[in-house]
């Protein structure tokens, strides 16, 4: 059972564009993290955000996490084909944590 | 951050024969890891949770006596593909949580096992 609902499921669009990822949830989480995964390796933390209306900037990546802390956005400014992956919300709840079906984004130069 | 090790990174095995793929939390204690498994360009799938010195606790349609689970120690946890057959060729990941304050878990993974059957 997917918790967490990640929108857009894939994404393709020109080097320097703007998107925005949206990950949503009707459960509260205690913490929401984004990770990043290229093929063939496994996913690579990029943020954690703890509080509700947090943002968090990682050089052109942008994190929110919602208010109520049941949603959460990250938004790629220029976005350089560098940034092709996949990208995966995760909610951590009691001892466990649960990942959205990910955001596949292409960049194209 | 936490660093989890995984290993073999890929393997290649027979038809009927049992595989097993470590899982090691290298700088921090693990009581609770995780194994997924993950299709080409598909997000991962949650196979089990592997709880230290108990049973591992089964998602719904992953059979536990295929994929068996052992979680000795604080640091070790193993999946073991038995009797494999080529629809279990996947990409198998761990990971393991790390309580880093009040209300801030992070998960940490290890670098994935791709397993292929022929």
């Known amino acids: 059972t997917q918790l967490l609902e990640q929108s857009p499921q894939f994404l393709s669009i020109q080097e320097g564009e703007n998107l925005t990822v949206y990950c949503n949830s009707s459960?509260?989480?205690?913490?929401l993290q984004w990770y990043r995964q290229e093929p063939g390796e496994g996913p690579v933390l990029l943020v954690t955000?703890?509080?509700?209306?947090e943002v968090k900037k990682l050089k052109r990546l942008t994190f929110q996490f919602g208010d109520a802390r049941k949603d959460s956005s990250l938004h790629i400014t220029a976005a350089q084909t560098g940034d092709t992956g996949l990208y995966l919300c995760?909610?951590?709840?009691?001892?466990?944590?649960?990942f959205g079906a990910g955001t596949r984004l292409t960049v194209k130069p | 951050g936490a660093v989890v090790s995984q290993h073999p990174s890929w393997v290649i095995c027979k038809s009927g024969t049992s595989v097993k793929i470590e899982c090691r939390s290298l700088d921090f204690q693990a009581t609770t890891m995780f194994w997924y498994r993950q299709f080409p360009k598909q997000s991962l799938m949650l196979m089990a949770t592997s709880n230290e010195g108990s049973k591992a606790t089964y998602e719904q349609g992953v059979e536990k006596d295929k994929f068996l689970i052992n979680h000795a120690s604080l640091t070790l946890s193993t999946l073991t593909v038995t009797s494999a057959h080529p629809e279990d060729s996947s990409f198998y990941i761990c990971?393991?949580?790390?309580?880093?304050?009040?209300?801030?878990?992070?998960?940490?993974f290890g670098q994935g096992t791709r397993l292929t059957v022929v």
């Open positions: 955000v703890v509080t509700g209306g």
């Open positions: 995760a909610g951590a709840g009691n001892n466990d944590m649960r």
């Open positions: 459960s509260v989480f205690s913490s």
């Open positions: 990971s393991a949580l790390v309580a880093r304050a009040l209300m801030n878990t992070e998960a940490f």
